[in-house]
């Protein structure tokens, strides 16, 4: 069993920026982590999934360019760091994992990730 807990959400303006943090507790190695947020009223989505062997990493084209999923093996962590915010960025966002290796259709199936955390709110808006 991994525990996971999510940090680092709030409320920014359109064009801000926000980095959200996943800690981790239990073996996180050699696996998929990835972030899904989920929007009041909308379907969730998969957002960014990294491979914790080798760093590689995939994401929605919704995110393409503003975000980055990085990770800290040493501390057991990985972050999703957000730019250029947009209001339909907001959501509450989910750390996930771990799952096997992560392909580019693992953004579709971060859904059915056996772990999650708690979730952290992120709000876009004027």
């Known amino acids: 069993q991994v525990h996971l807990a999510e940090s680092g959400g709030g409320s920014v303006q359109p064009g801000g920026s926000l980095r959200l943090s996943c800690t981790a507790s239990?073996?996180?190695?050699?696996?998929?982590m990835g972030w899904y947020r989920q929007a009041t009223g909308k379907e969730g989505e998969g957002v960014a999934v990294v491979n914790s062997v080798d760093g590689s990493t995939f994401y929605s084209d919704s995110v393409t360019g503003r975000f980055t999923i990085t990770q800290d093996t040493d501390k057991n962590a990985f972050y999703l760091q957000m730019n250029s915010l947009k209001p339909d960025d907001g959501a509450m966002y989910y750390c996930a994992g771990p799952r096997g290796s992560c392909q580019r259709y693992s953004i579709l199936l971060l859904y059915k990730f056996p772990n999650w955390g708690q979730g952290t709110q992120v709000t876009v808006s004027s």
């Open positions: 239990g073996y996180i190695y050699n696996s998929c």
